[in-house]
């Protein structure tokens, strides 16, 4: 049976968790214009964001991106991230387990 779920309804901000207690961990964040995430990192995570609206400048280590809506940026989670929104935001965001190395 699959589960669906409406992204505008979900609760929690700035992170709402989309299927609590499922893998792969999926979030949604929203972020105000000017409104930051402390640099951070999900050392055992694959992770995938991808941007519904707004713009973000997301930080990976000592790089810099600019995302619009419709960009999807894949990293790995041992990397320092801070998204900063340049305007409202609102992004998907899905932290797989990494597999093995």
Do not use: Q
Request: zero cysteines; hydrophobic letters at 40%.
């Amino acid at each position: 049976m699959a589960e669906v779920v409406s992204i505008e309804e979900l609760e929690g901000t700035p992170h709402a968790s989309v299927f609590p207690d499922a893998e792969p961990k999926t979030v949604r964040l929203t972020l105000d214009a000017g409104e930051a995430v402390a640099p951070h990192d999900h050392p055992d995570r694959e992770v995938l964001l991808y941007l519904i609206e707004g713009a973000l400048e997301l930080t990976l280590d000592d790089e810099e991106y600019d995302l619009t809506a419709g960009d999807v940026v894949r990293f790995d989670g041992r990397r320092e991230v801070s998204p900063r929104a340049t305007e409202s935001s609102v992004a998907l965001i899905v932290l797989a387990e990494r597999s093995s190395d």
